[in-house]
């Protein structure tokens, strides 16, 4: 059965960085695009990241561009979301998700991947 389980949540003062992980198990990882999302209290859920199979195409929304880096490492079945520079509208609960790639543009909507980690917390004090 397909498990993605995310670690490396927090507390965070402003300024500060954090790194997130996902492992990834029971499905072949080097054909799955890569998507970290995030949802604050009374908000919807909210794309973060996106890496495509082999890690040589990423994606970002302007809200983290610059100082989130997602990476991936295939033998290890991980992918990786290192957050540099926090902001406390950072604060979020971040899952990671996994859909098979198909070749085409990198998913950015959560309705597009299928599979989905718990979610780990992440808060960043002011």
């Known amino acids: 059965q397909v498990q993605l389980v995310e670690s490396g949540g927090g507390l965070v003062q402003a300024g500060g960085s954090l790194r997130l992980s996902c492992e990834a198990s029971?499905?072949?990882?080097?054909?799955?695009?890569m998507g970290w999302f995030r949802q604050a209290p009374g908000k919807e859920r909210e794309f973060v990241a996106v890496i495509n199979w082999s890690g040589v195409v990423t994606n970002y929304p302007g809200s983290v561009k610059g100082r989130f880096t997602v990476s991936r490492d295939n033998a290890k079945n991980t992918v990786l979301l290192e957050m540099n520079s926090l902001k406390p509208e950072d604060t979020a609960v971040y899952y990671c998700?996994?859909?098979?790639?198909?070749?085409?543009?990198?998913?950015?909507?959560?309705?597009?991947?299928?599979?989905w980690g718990q979610g780990t917390q992440v808060t960043v004090s002011s």
């Open positions: 998700a996994a859909d098979r790639a198909t070749g085409r543009a990198l998913r950015t909507l959560p309705n597009e991947y299928y599979y």
């Open positions: 029971g499905l072949t990882f080097s054909s799955y695009t």
